[in-house]
């Protein structure tokens, strides 16, 4: 093929959809392709590996030689294609994500009512009736407190043990979730979703988290989350990810403690079922604490024993409001040298930098031992940190629906995201608290690539990063990391010579969040 040719062939390139079977068409360079969610996924390159026939694809093909492909991709394909191009796609892992937070409004729902099989049985709040409730539970991020609830929210759902409790006003203002009708559903979807203008990190912290209430310490609902979650995340191409998901502080229906022991089963015996492990998708989880808590050095110190002493659980994280000055990351300085000086080998991912005003958060963070940084978005306005964490070996999770839902910056083109990568600091996509944006994996890759024009090598580098950097065991680390490539190698490869059909599946679905943003969707959502 002559220059002019190519130049015609690259021109050319166009892409359709079919709306019935989520098809795409990519025609240009001399070929037509259409891909296949099933061959980006852990399981469909683990198969085609053990028949043999990926064998002779791989070495052909790197990304650097696709990287002229995507560009004119890119200049051709409409907001609706990218996004079905990115699902379709290969992805590493995710690594910063608090399980209780990426269980979508609707499982939260479906397995709560499920959950009666069991014994138990949840009420909201539909009225205010000027009613006491002292010494309520409350919980940020998932992680149970009990500090009281200052004032009453519509919406705090608890279990029949606290119902119970109450006085007859105070029952007065609760119905039972079951009893909901359609408009009352409605709204306690929207409740624990940022769906409305003018919601923000305040909405987030102070009102979601307490609305979940005791649903979070339900073993039985948080294992199906889970499990739900790596199945989504399966289908959509990504080959790891690490939740932040408690071993400990679940109940029983009757209100009573559960011993760890039975919640670290319930839980690891669900991801073990055949649905998780044929997915292919590999995961651990990490140990949370709420860092402004008075007891948040006994809470860190519980968290180093768990982590010690449970195979599944690897590493510990802080979480919580970082403008709340009590859970600056100075105040466990001390307590987790000590802590390091009786445990070897327990890693620490912490929050740092999720603010928007200049302060010495991540300087501190990587101080306490921190081998990965969440957030890390006012890294920016620490410059001398900055330089000398280019090239490793810390990496930065970086979340960018979340940083914006939360208003640390008004707009996507604000996010210091690009100059991180584009001066070699480590860093990997991750979704946070999904369930409360209504997105997915691939919605953070479309805004990384749409806003800030990504290459393919980038867009390599962030899932490569994402595994390099897990806190899986090293063989292990290293097989995913191969999986991965061979993913890649055999996606590479089809886009150029094969035509493979995106067939629809239980988890394809654009949320609201692309579809009130960008042109992805058929009809716009009213979110």
């Not at 891909?35 to 026939?53: D, E, F, K, R």
């Not at 990391?481 to 988890?507: G, K, V």
Request: net charge negative.
């Amino acid at each position: 093929m002559d220059r002019d040719e190519h130049r015609m062939n690259m021109k050319t390139l166009t892409l359709w959809q079919t709306i019935a079977g989520y098809r795409i068409r990519l025609v240009g360079l001399g070929f037509a392709v259409m891909i296949c969610v099933g061959l980006s996924s852990p399981s469909y390159s683990q198969t085609q590996s053990a028949g043999g026939s990926a064998d002779k694809l791989h070495g052909d093909i790197n990304p650097r030689d696709f990287a002229g492909w995507f560009e004119a991709f890119k200049a051709r394909a409409t907001p609706s294609e990218l996004h079905d191009f990115l699902w379709a796609m290969p992805k590493g892992g995710d690594l910063h994500l608090h399980i209780t937070g990426s269980i979508f409004p609707e499982w939260w729902l479906e397995l709560a009512l499920a959950s009666s099989k069991r014994g138990y049985a949840y009420f909201t709040r539909v009225s205010m009736n000027n009613c006491a409730m002292k010494g309520n539970r409350s919980a940020e991020n998932g992680v149970m407190t009990t500090e009281p609830v200052t004032e009453p929210i519509y919406f705090e759902t608890i279990d029949k043990p606290r119902f119970a409790q109450l006085s007859p006003c105070a029952q007065s203002e609760f119905k039972a979730l079951e009893a909901l009708d359609e408009q009352e559903k409605k709204a306690w979807l929207s409740s624990i979703r940022l769906d409305h203008e003018g919601e923000g990190r305040d909405e987030f912290f102070e009102r979601h988290w307490q609305r979940l209430g005791d649903l979070t310490a339900n073993p039985y609902i948080v294992a199906e989350g889970l499990a739900r979650n790596a199945l989504a995340f399966a289908e959509e191409g990504l080959h790891y990810f690490e939740p932040q998901v408690l071993a400990e502080g679940y109940r029983s229906p009757d209100g009573a403690p559960m011993p760890i022991e039975a919640s670290t089963q319930i839980l690891v015996d669900r991801m073990g079922e055949a649905d998780v492990q044929s997915s292919g998708i590999r995961y651990r989880f990490q140990q949370s604490i709420l860092r402004f808590l008075p007891d948040a050095e006994d809470r860190l110190a519980r968290a180093f024993e768990i982590v010690a002493q449970e195979p599944m659980w690897v590493a510990v994280n802080m979480v919580g409001r970082e403008d709340n000055d009590k859970g600056h990351p100075r105040r466990f300085l001390e307590p987790i040298r000590a802590l390091r000086s009786v445990y070897p080998g327990v890693r620490l991912s912490i929050h740092g930098g999720e603010v928007d005003e200049p302060n010495e958060h991540v300087r501190d963070t990587l101080l306490l031992g921190a081998t990965r940084v969440g957030h890390a978005f006012n890294l920016i306005s620490d410059e001398p940190l900055l330089q000398s964490l280019r090239f490793g070996p810390f990496l930065m999770e970086i979340n960018l629906i979340s940083n914006l839902k939360l208003e640390y910056v008004a707009r996507f083109s604000d996010h210091p995201f690009p100059e991180y990568l584009r001066l070699g600091v480590p860093v990997a996509l991750s979704t946070d608290d999904r369930g409360m944006w209504d997105t997915n994996m691939t919605d953070e890759f479309f805004v990384a690539v749409h806003h800030f024009n990504l290459s393919w090598p980038e867009v390599v580098q962030l899932s490569e990063a994402s595994l390099s950097h897990s806190f899986l065991p090293e063989e292990e680390r290293a097989e995913r990391l191969n999986a991965f490539r061979q993913a890649l190698e055999q996606f590479m490869q089809r886009a150029l010579s094969d035509e493979i059909a995106i067939e629809p599946t239980m988890y394809k679905k654009r949320r609201a969040l692309m579809c009130s943003r960008y042109e992805v969707c058929e009809t716009k959502s009213s979110n």
